[in-house]
């Protein structure tokens, strides 16, 4: 049996993920704060009012116990689309915010939603599942995780926008969390793919902060490890680092993902791959 792999510790990077967006925003002239991102149709203040979106509506809900609007339903498709609209009804009057006064708003939001964050158990239950995984209930550690990579694939959408791709957030400080959290959705995903019992597959994400994970099909499904054991594998994925937080939230179409990622063995067990999603809308 594979060893189960331990909670991700995410809630002492919040801090640092927020000083570097406020010294990136406070760095952007007023052009770039119009530049369009990977976000379909946001632009890079939108993506910002997006990001103060999730402090405030975050401390309203979970520090405050006010939730305001409620999906009509409660299923995962409803969830999105309430997600989606929500958004967009918050940037398109957002609109109103002076870039200055959107920056002000998130330095004093962020430092009150991380002391919020870690006051938390992280072994309680969390008020809302990480679905993208397949939880129904998650712990308070996954749902701070599962933030954490809002916060960081958001920033870096920024910074792709605005050309500073290749920055801080790729350190692996950070981008060791990012990709760990985003690949717990293995097993979830890969539920309906039929495997031996004992089949693994590797997937390995290149670069200074990348690292292998092992999937492996056991008598009650697949279970995801980082230790792997002497049986040959049944199939590799090769994941170049530059594009994988891009490939798991919904921004590398399958016809440019496929120049960076590698599959050996069979190939059945490794195309699930270009479909993960660790993003809800």
């Not at 890079?44 to 520090?63: K, P, Q, T, W, Y």
């Not at 969390?126 to 712990?139: K, Y």
């Not at 996954?142 to 933030?147: L, P, Y």
């Not at 760990?180 to 590797?202: D, F, N």
Request: hydrophobic share 45%; glycine share 6%; aromatic share 10%.
């Amino acid at each position: 049996m594979p060893h189960p792999l331990p909670p991700i510790q995410t809630i002492h990077l919040f801090p640092v993920l927020d000083q570097h967006l406020f010294e990136l925003l406070a760095s952007l002239n007023p052009a770039q704060w119009e530049l369009p991102t990977l976000a379909p149709q946001w632009r890079v203040r939108d993506v910002a009012l997006h990001l103060l979106d999730g402090n405030l509506r975050a401390l309203s809900m979970l520090r405050d116990g006010y939730f305001g609007q409620q999906p009509a339903g409660f299923s995962y498709g409803e969830i999105v689309a309430f997600l989606n609209e929500l958004n967009a009804d918050w940037v398109r009057a957002g609109q109103r915010l002076s870039p200055g006064v959107i920056r002000w708003l998130l330095e004093v939001s962020g430092p009150e939603y991380n002391r919020y964050l870690a006051s938390l158990d992280p072994l309680a239950p969390a008020t809302f599942s990480v679905a993208w995984a397949g939880e129904a209930e998650s712990l308070n550690w996954f749902h701070i995780a599962r933030d954490y990579t809002e916060k960081w694939h958001h920033q870096q959408q920024i910074r792709q926008a605005v050309g500073q791709e290749q920055g801080p957030l790729l350190s692996p400080e950070l981008y060791l969390p990012f990709l760990a959290t985003c690949l717990r959705a293995l097993p979830h995903h890969y539920r309906a793919v039929a495997a031996e019992p004992g089949q693994v597959i590797a997937f390995t994400i290149t670069g200074e902060a990348g690292a292998t994970w092992y999937l492996v099909q056991t008598d009650t499904g697949w279970q995801l490890s980082q230790q792997h054991s002497a049986s040959a594998l049944a199939a590799s994925v090769t994941i170049d680092g530059a594009v994988a937080w891009r490939l798991f939230t919904k921004s590398l179409p399958r016809e440019l993902a496929s120049a960076h990622i590698q599959l050996e063995g069979d190939a059945r067990l490794g195309e699930p791959v270009f479909d993960l999603l660790t993003v809800m809308a």
